[in-house]
């Protein structure tokens, strides 16, 4: 288990949205408010990170003909309990994610995972796995949020409801924003933007350290 690599992949250069372009739906979809963003970021952490540990730890158990079912079972009974935990502490969010949550049971994300990690790898190291490709979603979310919600309404912090009663920290005046970029074609944008701004840090990264190695031939 080497956690530096695992924690630079699933911020950096495995990241599951920017890199490897997986949960495209929910992070269009929801990313609006800042509210949204932290709790759909944080709830796919906990069912990742769960369902990452357990299907590891049953992975000499589960026939390799039905994997894709067992791990679909995993992840809807962990997808349920969050749900319902929501529902009950944060109605608001459950109000706002809406059928998101329940859609978390067939993200490509924790599928993916499943499937080419956990499925080879033991509990330690699929549970660090699930925390930093869960925390390289969450950060992406978060970062569409306030844009979006700043280029589109003018405001920072939305959905919180100790803040001008969930409307957020407004930075520029009603009617200033680019409505657009609330709506789905915003969504498109900013992602396409920030997709398009990693991969041309990945690819800067890997010229130089090409040009080291030859430098040092």
């Known amino acids: 288990m080497d956690i530096k690599r695992q924690f630079k992949e699933g911020l950096v250069t495995q990241n599951p949205v920017l890199v490897q372009l997986l949960g495209m ?12 963003g932290v709790g759909m ?12 540990i357990v ?32 529902q009950a502490f944060v109605p608001a969010l459950a109000e706002s994610l809406g059928v998101f949550i329940p859609l978390i049971v067939v993200n490509c994300i924790i599928l993916g995972r499943a499937e080419a990690f956990c499925y080879k790898n033991g509990v330690a190291a699929s549970a660090v796995d699930g925390v930093f ?14 844009v979006r919600e700043f ?17 957020g920290i407004r930075i520029l005046p009603e009617g200033v ?11 498109f944008l900013v992602l396409a933007c920030l997709i398009a701004f990693m991969q041309w840090a990945l690819s800067r990264n890997e010229g130089k350290k090409t040009e080291t190695e030859e430098v040092a031939k």
């Not at 970021?41 to 990452?52: A, D, F, H, M, Q």
């Not at 280029?151 to 803040?163: R, V, Y």
């Open 133 to 146: 490709q869960g925390i390289g979603y969450t950060w992406v979310l978060v970062v569409m949020c306030l």
């Open 55 to 86: 299907i590891s730890a049953l992975r000499k158990v589960i026939p390799d003909s039905i994997r894709i079912a067992c791990f679909v079972v995993v992840i809807a009974t962990f997808v349920t309990i969050v749900d319902l935990m929501l």
């Open 177 to 187: 924003g680019a409505l657009g970029i609330s709506l789905p074609v915003g969504g």
């Open 25 to 36: 739906c929910s992070t269009m979809a929801i990313t609006t408010v800042f509210f949204n």
């Open 151 to 167: 280029l589109g309404n003018g405001t920072i912090l939305g959905g919180l409801s100790f803040l001008n009663d969930g409307e």
């Open 41 to 52: 970021g944080l709830s796919v952490l906990v069912i990742l990170t769960c369902s990452n």
